[in-house]
C-alpha cells in the first residue's frame, strides 16, 4: 500500500508544495529592498519576451486575477520599472513594457539569487537536476491544461 498511486501523488504534491513555499521564502530574503516575488516574476518574464504585454494577458500568465495583476503593475509602475501606455486603437486597453530601471532591478535581483539557487543544484547535482526537469516541466503543461 506504501506506493499505491494514491500514495505516490500525495508524498509528489507534498513535497512540490514545502518545496515551492521553502523556495519562496528564501528567495524572497535575498531580493533587492522593496522587490517582491510578483514583482520579480513580471519583469523577468516581460524581459525574457521583450515584447509588450496587456495587463490582461500578464494575468493570464501567471493565473492571476486582473486586479491582483493591476496592483501589481501599478507598484512596478510606481517604481519605475515598468511603462505603461494606451492601445493607440482602443482605449480602453493598455500595454505593459519593462523599463530600463526594471531591467536593471530584474538584473540585480537575479544576481542576488543566482548564489541562492546555485547553491542548492551544486548540492543535488547537475545531472539529477537535469533528469527531474522533464518532469517538472510536465508536470506543469498538464496542471495548466497544456499536455
Known amino acids: 500500500?506504501?506506493?499505491?498511486?494514491?500514495?505516490?501523488?500525495?508524498?509528489?504534491?507534498?513535497?512540490?508544495?514545502?518545496?515551492?513555499?521553502?523556495?519562496?521564502?528564501?528567495v524572497s530574503k535575498v531580493l533587492p529592498k522593496g522587490m517582491e516575488l510578483s514583482h520579480f516574476g513580471v519583469l523577468n518574464h516581460l524581459a525574457r519576451i521583450s515584447e509588450e504585454r496587456t495587463p490582461a494577458q500578464l494575468a493570464a500568465t501567471f493565473r492571476v486575477t486582473r486586479g491582483a495583476m493591476t496592483n501589481t503593475l501599478s507598484?512596478?509602475?510606481?517604481?519605475?520599472h515598468?511603462?505603461?501606455?494606451?492601445?493607440?486603437?482602443?482605449?480602453r486597453r493598455k500595454f505593459v513594457s519593462i523599463s530600463p530601471a526594471g531591467r536593471s532591478a530584474r538584473d540585480a535581483a537575479l544576481q542576488a539569487i543566482t548564489p541562492m539557487i546555485g547553491e542548492v543544484v551544486a548540492a543535488l547535482g547537475t545531472e539529477r537536476v537535469r533528469a527531474v526537469l522533464p518532469?517538472?516541466?510536465?508536470?506543469?503543461?498538464?496542471?495548466?491544461?497544456?499536455?
Do not use: C, Y
Open 1 to 26: 500500500m506504501a506506493d499505491s498511486p494514491e500514495n505516490l501523488a500525495t508524498a509528489l504534491f507534498s513535497e512540490l508544495f514545502m518545496a515551492d513555499q521553502l523556495a519562496r521564502t528564501q
Open 75 to 80: 507598484k512596478l509602475e510606481w517604481a519605475g
Open 82 to 91: 515598468v511603462h505603461i501606455r494606451p492601445d493607440w486603437d482602443d482605449a
Open 135 to 147: 518532469v517538472l516541466r510536465e508536470m506543469r503543461r498538464r496542471l495548466a491544461g497544456d499536455g
